[in-house]
């Protein structure tokens, strides 16, 4: 006689202590769950009601500068720290755990054009209209001692931008020329030119530390190398772009922020044409900021709002907005993925949350698995109608919305006037051009 016996694990099913869930047993034979996927879609929406319900990014608002906000540096390695340049030429340096101003000087008279920390964070170089470059320690001085600069650099002409090198002690600032410089050194160590007027913003590359980009006044953005004596490759655009940022994970791609209301990201092998198209923005797009794992950045307008967009997507994900928030000219993220800042018109920087919805403070492992799988959720169902329809609406100002109407208009009806004189048109004369071609003019090498 054949005897089946029945052998269990204790470890499958018994607690170790009493302070640990139970063990429940589960059968993953699809045939014993009918009813899994409708279950699972219930779930979802749910996920994604709670998850508009709880959507509140606003922070904190920093406050203390007694004139616009113009720019933004952030520390390399503190968390907690950022300055904050104003139009007044103030520089301010904030506790953000505290979300105080921990130090405010005097750096220039008039605009504060630019501020970059060091690469170790032990140093400020700042920038202004009053042609100088200042070093400043990162630590406040002394009780009793006067804040005064390690050193000041005047230039010959105006500087509009600087930036920092992540891997060694150069720095570039840009004007009428791109000047590479040296923290030992008070003269350039090499000048670039491509016969513009302005450059008005560069950046340095976080991963191909010796390759920078500039945005210049004739609506171009050029790129070079510090090892080489000229200019790399310049692009032409059909208006004016104002900030430049690089993707940090994708050393190749870069995101300009453009008058027309639009952003383009650039693959820098293939300049004749934008990867990808950003859409939404109904106002001039002031700055950029990349997130830290490259899958994101934040843009600012002239339109009141700042918006998130997937650097793959041409629409942007989310809207943050306020009734006092006037023009946004400086944005930037954290470096912990966390939070986004942003500077406006009216003396004030704000603190938002990258994801709206997010937890702040103390979350446990209960809470975190439940997030993670609400997140898998809404992953899975994302394309489904009354889900993909709930996860996208937003409440944007009135303004906004008239304006995303006329534009709205406006394009369909150059849209309607171009087939019209397609349909009376021999064929092939008036072809057909994609929506990336239409805003790049030419590449010069």
């Known amino acids: 006689m054949k005897v089946k016996m029945m052998s269990r ?80 030429g103030e520089v301010r340096i904030w506790d953000l755990a505290n979300r105080l101003s921990a130090r405010s000087f005097i750096a220039h008279n008039g605009f504060v054009r630019g501020i970059a920390y060091a690469k170790n964070g032990e140093r400020i170089f700042t920038v202004g209209d009053d042609k100088t470059i200042k070093v400043w320690n990162s630590l406040a001085p002394e009780v009793g001692e006067e804040e005064e600069p390690v050193n000041t650099v005047q230039c010959r002409y105006g500087l509009h931008g ?15 020329v791109c000047a590479i410089w040296d923290e030992q050194h008070n003269d350039p160590l090499k000048t670039l030119k491509w016969g513009v007027d302005t450059l008005h913003t560069i950046s340095y590359n976080p991963v191909e530390t010796n390759v920078l980009a500039c945005c210049a006044s004739d ?28 993707n940090p994970m994708e050393a190749f791609n870069f995101t300009v922020a ?3 209301c639009n952003l383009y990201t650039f693959d820098t092998r293939k300049l004749q044409t934008p990867l990808k198209v950003h859409f939404d923005h109904v106002s001039a797009v002031t700055d950029v900021d990349y997130a830290p794992t490259g899958r994101e950045f934040v843009s600012a307008s002239y339109d009141k709002t700042i918006r998130i967009y997937h650097a793959h997507q041409s629409h942007s994900r989310d809207i943050y907005h306020t009734k006092r928030m006037q023009h946004v000219v400086c944005v930037a993220w954290s470096l912990d993925n966390r939070y986004i800042f942003s500077g406006s018109d009216e003396m004030n920087v704000r603190m938002w949350k990258s994801n709206a919805s997010e937890k702040l403070g103390i979350i446990r492992p209960r809470e975190r698995s439940n997030f993670n799988y609400q997140e898998a959720l809404k992953e899975k169902y994302a394309a489904h109608p009354q889900i993909k329809r709930i996860a996208r609406h937003r409440q944007v100002p009135r303004h906004v919305l008239n304006a995303q109407r006329k534009m709205r208009a406006v394009k369909e009806k150059d849209q309607v006037k171009e087939a019209n004189v397609r349909k009376h048109s021999k064929p092939g004369k008036v072809p057909y051009v994609s929506e990336k071609k239409k805003h790049v003019l030419k590449e010069e090498v």
């Open 162 to 176: 600087i930036s920092h090198n992540r891997k060694d002690n150069s720095f570039a600032t840009c004007g009428e």
């Open 219 to 246: 609506r171009s953005i050029i790129l070079y190398d510090q090892r080489e004596a000229q200019p790399l490759r310049r692009v032409l655009l059909t208006m004016k772009s104002n900030k430049l940022a690089w």
């Open 258 to 260: 453009n008058e027309d």
């Open 9 to 88: 694990n204790p470890d499958n099913y018994i607690r170790e202590t009493k302070l640990q869930q139970h063990k429940l047993p589960r059968n993953y034979d699809p045939s014993l769950h009918p009813l899994e996927g409708p279950r699972e879609y219930v779930r979802a929406l749910n996920a994604t009601k709670l998850d508009r319900v709880f959507a509140k990014p606003f922070v904190c608002n920093l406050s203390g500068h007694r004139d616009g906000v113009s720019c933004f540096g952030k520390h390399p390695k503190l968390l907690s720290a950022l300055a904050t340049g104003a139009y007044d």
